[in-house]
């Protein structure tokens, strides 16, 4: 199996920017899929982002293209979250997680999650 630590989240001013980042335990982190979904208070939690094994194929939720980056590194087992142009609606825990499938937009298709990282964005 594969654990994910998250890092980087905190508070900043609509507008700014953070960088989330994954760090992956293990030596196949390269045989995983890779995903960000946020949960905000009273909401359920969401898709975000997500990058196929290679890095080939990304994809995000229609709220946050244009804004938002997913990235990896697979000689550093980690996965990384650009998010610019923040606003008060992106605020929310952040939880990375990992896939036995290459790429995949939907959470029942993710085995392994990380304990989440909290982004608030004030107005």
């Known amino acids: 199996q594969v654990q994910l630590v998250e890092s980087g989240g905190g508070l900043v001013q609509a507008g700014g920017s953070l960088r989330l980042s994954c760090a992956a335990s293990g030596r196949t982190f390269s045989r995983y899929g890779m995903g960000w979904f946020r949960q905000g208070p009273g909401k359920e939690r969401e898709f975000v982002a997500a990058?196929?094994?290679?890095?080939?194929?990304?994809g995000y939720v229609d709220s946050v293209k244009g804004r938002f980056t997913i990235s990896r590194d697979n000689a550093k087992n980690a996965v990384y979250l650009q998010m610019n142009s923040l606003n008060p609606e992106d605020t929310a825990v952040y939880y990375c997680a990992a896939s036995y499938s290459d790429y995949s937009v939907w959470q029942s298709d993710y085995e392994y999650w990380g304990q989440g990282t909290q982004v608030t964005v004030s107005s």
């Open positions: 990058i196929s094994r290679s890095g080939v194929s990304t």
